[in-house]
């Protein structure tokens, strides 16, 4: 997951995002998600906002906070939320960590069940490649007790992750012979292709929000959440480490964005490999 994409244009409008405003809105994006919004941001935001303005029939920035900030605006903060982040994922990115999983967690596995979350899944390209690495190298006995929880705190990316169908671009990182065995053509006549129940049935997607209550118990073999504490400050990548840590089983695994690593603040994990951690 990644937040403002850099292609963004300010709309030409007299209609301007004031400093206080901004401020505003980054005190609320910071407070429900984590995310934090430094200068420099402004355009950015205005642009997504005015689109979300446009479908409100608000005109004015001022009035929109107030609108999010009210009893009656609850929804609109998750859509705030929502169209201000740009969730970049792909099929197998940053593929070290699936070749570390196939060679050094996998073979090391005990016992006969296994459970894995992707903590930042955005449209499900991350937790699906992960059940095609499992379905393709755990051993039966394994294989037949394996769940692969995976969040996001959009709705709009997880509805895409549920459905679980794929563009012919989207899945050219894909192995050919993976793609014949894990994905169906979606439709007569169009390049989409579906993801097959082998993979969406060890798959359950739900909202999470990492800054708040998390209502599974763990504890899990393995976490993966990357390319999102890039986006938050020092002390918010420090409580979310630290609840991690309590939801992985001795000898586990946490796998961070390679931009993300942990060098920088206080943690009680092992570094293994450039963005593996192990407990």
Request: charged share 25%; proline share 3%.
């Amino acid at each position: 997951m990644e937040f403002f994409d850099k292609k963004d244009n300010v709309d030409g409008t007299e209609n301007r995002l004031s400093n206080s405003d901004f401020l505003r809105i980054s005190d609320i994006v910071y407070e429900y998600s984590g995310i934090n919004m430094q200068e420099g941001k402004e355009s950015l935001v205005q642009s997504r906002l005015l689109k979300r303005m446009r479908d409100l029939g608000i005109s004015d920035f001022s009035k929109y906070v107030d609108f999010v900030e009210s009893q009656s605006g609850k929804e609109e903060l998750y859509r705030m939320i929502d169209v201000m982040t740009t969730n970049k994922t792909s099929f197998f990115r940053e593929s070290a960590h699936f070749d570390f999983l196939r060679d050094e967690v996998i073979p090391k596995l005990t016992g006969n069940r296994l459970r894995a979350w992707s903590a930042a899944c955005s449209s499900g390209e991350e937790p699906y490649t992960l059940a095609i690495v499992l379905n393709e190298f755990l051993p039966e006995r394994i294989l037949k007790d394996t769940r692969i929880l995976a969040t996001d705190l959009s709705v709009r990316m997880l509805n895409i992750a549920k459905n679980g169908v794929y563009s012919d671009e989207t899945i050219r990182s894909i192995e050919p012979h993976l793609r014949t065995k894990y994905l169906s053509k979606a439709s007569v006549g169009e390049d989409n292709y579906k993801v097959l129940p082998i993979l969406r049935s060890m798959v359950y997607f739900g909202p999470l929000n990492l800054m708040k209550e998390w209502p599974m118990k763990g504890p899990f073999d393995f976490i993966f959440c990357r390319n999102v504490m890039i986006y938050f400050d020092r002390q918010t990548q420090e409580q979310l480490i630290e609840r991690f840590w309590g939801y992985i089983k001795q000898g586990g695994y946490l796998f961070v964005g390679h931009s993300e690593g942990l060098s920088g603040i206080s943690h009680k994990f092992h570094y293994v490999k450039p963005a593996i951690y192990i407990k």
